[in-house]
């Protein structure tokens, strides 16, 4: 399974981004779905996780600022991100769960937010 993010860029505290993630096989609806982020020095981190059947959790960081869903028609996963702060800016990646862990990874989308 190829990951592609897209959706990254630079944008002022306060505002909004969306995310996307399209996976090149149909076999995307039966995997959960994730992302990470990482900024420059700390560990990677994750935001949010999607199931199969679209139950979502959050990070702390971000909970009543972000939102994943899926499109299992589009094999695409989505992260709304609003109220956008500076200390969310990262690299953002996608990831697909199987075999008990993440197991394919996405390119990484730069996402900049300045004060």
């Known amino acids: 399974v190829q990951l592609q993010a897209s959706g990254g860029g630079l944008v002022q505290a306060g505002g909004s981004l969306r995310l996307s993630c399209a996976a090149s096989r149909s076999i995307f609806s039966r995997l959960a779905m994730g992302w990470f982020r990482q900024a420059p020095g700390k560990e990677r981190e994750l935001v949010a996780t999607?199931?199969?059947?679209?139950?979502?959790h959050y990070g702390d960081s971000v909970k009543g600022r972000f939102s994943i869903s899926r499109d299992n028609a589009k094999n695409t996963v989505y992260l709304q991100m609003n109220s956008l702060k500076p200390e969310d800016t990262a690299v953002y990646y996608c990831?697909?769960?199987?075999?008990?862990?993440?197991?394919?990874w996405g390119q990484g989308t730069q996402v900049t937010v300045s004060s």
């Open positions: 999607i199931t199969t059947g679209g139950s979502t």
């Open positions: 990831a697909a769960y199987r075999s008990s862990k993440w197991e394919y």
